[in-house]
């Protein structure tokens, strides 16, 4: 399973647009990147998946380079309900299916 | 999306005794379902996958006597802490896998031995 490495805190401002950036250099060809978030004594939830170039939803937007050894979760206009735990996951979802969790991204947003 | 459900959502606990915690997918069938555990200030660690109607694999480190997982319905699956002591007090999350193999998590149990 492809290891991840993220920034271990950021902080930002209420309105700003945040980008967290995750490094997985020995992704596999199979392997999918799904960010969850997690708030204090909540489990995790999803928040995007993706598998190559750009992702949007409602919530964030994915953007992952041809390489596919990083990838970056972009949030507009953070507001102060978005802080929390980020976590970058890389797995194909497959027969095993198991996620292993680095130690994630904890934004603090600001008034 | 998919619901999975915890219970209790705490717990607290003698040392010595066993609890039990059940995770359940509420709108899918889930044929594999993962318990992991996390203290505080960390990530969660994964302990254990289980498949319905199969043993349960347990991750390195893990002791298969202690931390007992049934998964005995496509809905359900139970995690019971043997013999609990306070270093098992932690936050146990399970996670529910559909046919799409998308991973849907719990809301978790907080466990205190005391």
């Known amino acids: 399973l492809a290891k991840t490495t993220q920034p271990i805190s950021m902080d930002s401002y209420e309105g700003q647009e945040v980008n967290i950036t995750c490094s997985h250099n020995n992704i596999a060809t199979n392997d999918y990147i799904t960010w969850y978030q997690q708030f204090p004594s909540q489990g995790p939830r999803f928040i995007i998946q993706?598998?190559?170039t750009k992702v949007t939803n409602e919530v964030a937007s994915l953007f992952i380079p041809a390489d596919r050894k990083s990838s970056t979760l972009s949030l507009p206009r953070v507001s102060l309900s978005d802080t929390a735990v980020y976590y970058c996951?890389?797995?194909?979802?497959?027969?095993?299916?198991?996620?292993?969790f680095g130690k994630g991204t904890k934004l603090s947003v600001k008034p | 999306g998919a619901v999975v459900s915890q219970h209790p959502s705490w717990v607290i606990c003698k040392s010595g005794t066993s609890v039990k915690i059940e995770c359940r997918s509420l709108?899918?069938?889930?044929?594999?379902m993962f318990w992991y555990r996390q203290f505080p200030k960390q990530s969660l660690m994964l302990m254990a996958t289980s498949n319905e109607g199969s043993k349960a694999t347990y991750e390195q480190g893990v002791e298969k006597d202690k931390f007992l997982i049934n998964h005995a319905s496509l809905t359900l699956s139970t995690l019971t802490v043997t013999s609990a002591h306070p270093e098992d007090s932690s936050f146990y999350i399970c996670?529910?896998?559909?046919?799409?193999?998308?991973?849907?998590f719990g809301p978790g149990t907080r466990l205190t031995v005391l």
């Open positions: 996670s529910a896998r559909d046919d799409s193999h998308e991973q849907f």
């Open positions: 993706g598998y190559k």
């Open positions: 709108d899918f069938q889930a044929t594999t």
């Open positions: 996951l890389v797995g194909d979802g497959g027969s095993q299916g198991n996620l292993i």
